[in-house]
Structures are given as C-alpha cells and as structure tokens.
Antibody
Framework: EVQLLESGGGLVQPGGSLRLSCAAS????????MAWIRQAPGTGLEWVSG???????YYTDSVKGRFTISRDNSQNTLSLQMNTLRVEDTAIYYC????????????WGQGTLVTVSS | QSVLTQPPSVSAAPGQKVTISCSGS????????VSWYQQLPGTAPKLLIY???RRPSGIPDRFSGSKSDTSATLGITALQTGDEADYFC???????????FGGGTRLTVL
C-alpha cells in the first residue's frame, strides 16, 4: 500500500523559512515523479512544484527562487525547502505521487499545514 | 484566477446524472492528458480519472471522463449523497512548464 506522510509544517513569520518532508513507502520511490500541491484555506488546489524521477524540477511562478524541491531516493523522502515565506503561502501542503502530464497524481498524503503570520 | 476554468457549483438529485466542464487552452488541455480529483470534506484529494478517460482501480464506472480539443468533461451517473464533494480538473501546461488545476466545482446532491 502506498503511503505518503508529510511533516514539517507549522507557524512561521513572514520572511522566514520552513522545510517540509514527505516520507514515502509502498512503492519504488526512485521510479516515480513526485509533486507538492497546496490548498489555501477555503480555496482550490494549486500545484506548487514537481520533480521527475530522473531529477529535473519545476515550479509555479509564485514560488520560483524561493522554494526548492528535492528528493533523497536512498531515504525515500521528498522535501520542499521554503524560504522568504509570505502570508499568501499559508496553506495545507500535500505531497503526491505521479505527474500532471500523464497518469495523474495517484496517491496523496494527508497534508501538513503551513501558517505564515506575524 | 485559475488557468483552467470550471463552474463553481453544480447540483442534481440522487440517481440523476451530472457533468462538470473544464476549459483550457492549447498549451494545457489541448496538448496534454487531463486528470480529475475528488475531494471529500476535510480529506485529501483522490484521483478519479487520469489520461482523459481512464479510471484507477477501485473507482466505479459511474465516473467517466472525456476530452475534446481544449476542454474536458467529468461525468457522474447514478448520483449518491456520498458524491457530494469538490471536483478538480488538472493537467500540465507546456507554456508555463508547470502543473495547473481548475478552480474546483462543488457538487451538491439535493
């Protein structure tokens, strides 16, 4: 059974940093693309970043230069380093397995809440 | 303002059929596969349809997907109260080099 478990969320001040992690199990992590999707309170889904199984990374415009996605295939872990956080980054962040271009995001974690506030 | 456009809400009676539209452009839906997600209240999204019209294992055939040019449609037949949820379409946008979602459609089963 595929399991994705996010951690690292919390309360941070504007301009601060946070690192999210996603522990994956139940599948061959190194073979799959992975992604981070967020959902601000009461709003829809926003694709944040993706990383191919082979390494290339992608970002939505609003986080380029501030967020960095990475993966550790030896630890089956996906990470999202978030710097220079803004109030508008406040959201539940979901880790997901798959790709938007094909196959879809077939497994999701339960999410971790990031709150950016002074 | 989402890249993909969905109606904010749809409603129908139990047992009836409903369709949810998702409109995009040649840079996204027109040249990539579309997937659909169901989000029940207070839960993480779940994949309903992938590659325009394919259902993952465990998804009942009451759910169907189609795509034509730069638009996609999710169909749900034999509606149940348990289908009340938010539904999102998604795809890849080649111009943005990013994933994109629709704004979501809330389904109410009256």
């Amino acid at each position: 059974e595929v399991q994705l478990l996010e951690s690292g969320g919390g309360l941070v001040q504007p301009g601060g940093s946070l690192r999210l992690s996603c522990a994956a199990s139940g599948f061959t992590f190194s073979s799959y693309n992975m992604a981070w999707i967020r959902q601000a309170p009461g709003t829809g889904l926003e694709w944040v970043s993706g990383i191919d199984s082979s390494g290339p990374t992608y970002y939505t415009d609003s986080v380029k230069g501030r967020f960095t996605i990475s993966r550790d295939n030896s630890q089956n872990t996906l990470s999202l380093q978030m710097n220079t956080l803004r109030v508008e980054d406040t959201a539940i962040y979901y880790c997901a397995k798959g790709r938007m271009s094909r196959d879809g995001l077939d497994s999701w974690g339960q999410g971790t809440l990031v709150t950016v506030s002074s | 303002q989402s890249v993909l456009t969905q109606p904010p809400s749809v409603s129908a009676a139990p047992g009836q059929k409903v369709t949810i539209s998702c409109s995009g452009s040649s840079s996204n839906i027109g040249n990539n596969y579309v997937s659909w997600y169901q989000q029940l209240p207070g839960t993480a999204p779940k994949l309903l349809i992938y590659d325009n019209n394919r259902r993952p294992s465990g998804i009942p055939d009451r759910f169907s997907g189609s795509k034509s040019d730069t638009s996609a449609t999710l169909g749900i037949t034999a509606l149940q109260t348990g289908d009340e949820a938010d539904y999102f379409c998604g795809t890849w946008d080649g111009s943005l080099s990013a994933g994109v979602f629709g704004g979501g459609t809330r389904l109410t089963v009256l």
